[in-house]
């Protein structure tokens, strides 16, 4: 055996299985946002729902799990092995390790099944004075409670003297088991298994907090909680930090940055939705209480100190003067398909307005290509941001169309983060993340590739070549049916 000595800990980060494509975005943000130093002892794998890294301090652990809300919890890693025979051999071995550094074994496929922790972790988590449990989790496998009262009671030979205490223990020892992510090809035996301490719990219990389902003032596209938080924690939204959500509809994203600290702003072309006057979204609501708003949202969260307002604005001729600087925009510019997209103009040629009209004059509006809105975006972040900071956006495409190098793109901003939400068969949107990296800002005024992809009209064309596709599939099936129906009664009648 080698050793190797270590002065940082040994974790283990374990996720939900959700949202796999935007974990390595969430958690990459929050550590650079952070400061946070970390070495992966193993390179992480999308397809399983676990990190092994190496970090500073418990502090360090506690700062990522108060941000991630693709987090489960975190660990302190004692023992690791692929089988539960062997990770109890190395805890036991563990107990004799004095070296005060982990010793491993040999490594097969890059993974040592020979992990020895220093026996001080052990020691000084179990003190006769503390308090403990033990919980045994596993992933694509249920197990009884009576399976994992025997597991836990495989753990015998710990130094654990203090009394059992199933709620609030002063330490809680975690057991997990990794069977894949299959459900339709579970294994026998686990391909995974780890034993340590649990140091933190990530920030899932957010997803219901702000649920849509409890929100006081919602629309037909509000942010989904839980992508709305991933949204603040991609654009390093931190206390203090000045946000604006230039298509701000219901105002889900102020909710989450609001919630991380900042002081939000919002705008929208859609004066009945910033006034809480569109037609309720929920069934069976006839009309909007008087206070439904996005005012009335951070007011139910607690957070409406950070209110500063939303201003009804067409973006492409937005009123902000130059100079200003936002630390962040996170924004879900309307697609065209459930909400409009519309600015103010005129078809008509040589329209004027005269003076006795003007007063009370309500301008017409013009379709607002997607096209123009990102090249709007882009130059607006490019102007708007302060440096280093971000720009995160949704973006709408057929999915098999989708090159990446085709994505909306400025010379002031880097792509930083890309991450895809599939929708149906036919349609995607991937979650943008722009880092401004200079201040010197050219004369854009449109994006070279914004007009590569016309979403909605792709989207509405193959949504109904796939459904004539599907209509006359179902009437060949029909047809074919009825044939061997008839066939068949002539058999019967001859």
């Excluded at 020979?114 to 249920?142: G, Q, Y």
């Excluded at 036919?426 to 449109?446: Q, S, W």
């Excluded at 599907?470 to 099936?477: I, L, S």
């Amino acid at each position: 055996m080698q050793e190797e000595h270590k002065m940082w800990r040994r974790y283990l980060m374990w996720f939900a299985h959700e949202h796999m494509d935007f974990r390595h975005a969430e958690m990459y943000s929050i550590i650079s946002l952070l400061n946070i130093p970390v070495k992966f002892v193993e390179k992480p794998c999308v397809q399983k729902p676990y990190w092994i890294v190496e970090l500073p301090s418990e502090d360090c652990v506690r700062k990522i799990a108060s941000r991630s809300v693709l987090l489960k919890n975190c660990i302190e890693l004692w023992s690791r092995a692929r089988t539960e025979v062997q990770l109890h051999d190395n805890l036991k071995k563990s107990l004799n390790n004095s070296t005060g550094s982990w010793v491993l074994g040999e490594k097969k496929d890059g993974i040592s099944d020979t992990c020895l922790c220093p026996k001080e972790l052990i020691e000084s988590s179990l003190s006769p004075k503390k308090t403990f449990k033990v919980d045994v989790e596993t992933f694509c496998k249920h197990f009884t409670m009576k399976e994992k009262v025997e597991k836990i009671e495989k753990f015998s030979y710990l130094p654990m003297r203090g009394p059992v205490k199933l709620r609030n223990p002063d330490v809680t020892l975690a057991y997990l088991e990794f069977y894949g992510v299959d459900p339709n090809d579970v294994p026998e035996k686990p391909y995974d298994v780890f034993f340590g301490k649990w140091i933190a719990d990530g920030q899932r219990d957010l997803i219901q907090v702000h649920s849509l389902k409890k929100r006081q003032f919602i629309g037909n596209t509000s942010m989904d909680a839980q992508l709305a938080i991933i949204m603040a924690n991609q654009a390093q939204v931190k206390l203090g930090d000045m946000v604006l959500d230039p298509f701000v509809g219901s105002g889900s994203l102020l909710v989450a940055a609001a919630h991380f600290g900042a002081y939000v702003w919002g705008s929208d072309i859609d004066y009945l939705m910033l006034h809480g006057r569109t037609r309720p979204t929920r069934v069976g609501q006839k009309i909007r209480t008087k206070d439904e708003s996005i005012r009335g949202n951070m007011r139910q969260y607690g957070t409406e100190a950070r209110y500063l307002d939303v201003v009804v604005s067409d973006f492409s001729l937005h009123n902000w003067k130059p100079g200003l600087k936002f630390d962040a925009i996170i924004t879900d510019p309307p697609y065209g398909v459930r909400e409009p997209t519309e600015k103010i103009g005129i078809e008509k040629e040589n329209y004027t307005l005269s003076e006795h009209h003007l007063p009370n004059h309500v301008p017409s509006k013009v379709e607002y290509g997607l096209s123009h809105i990102y090249s709007d975006l882009l130059n607006f972040a490019a102007t708007y941001l302060e440096m280093g900071r971000r720009l995160v956006c949704w973006f709408p495409l057929v999915r098999e169309e989708y090159q990446e190098e085709q994505l909306p793109s400025h010379p002031c901003l880097k792509l930083v983060g890309n991450s895809e939400q599939v929708i149906s068969k036919l349609a995607a949107r991937r979650l943008l993340t722009y880092e401004k990296i200079t201040d010197d800002v050219p004369n854009m005024p449109l994006d070279p590739n914004a007009g590569v992809h016309n979403f909605r009209e792709k989207y509405f064309t193959m949504g109904e070549s796939t459904r004539r596709e599907r209509k006359e599939k179902r009437a060949g099936e029909v047809a074919a049916y009825l044939a061997a129906k008839m066939a068949a009664s002539r058999t019967d009648a001859t």
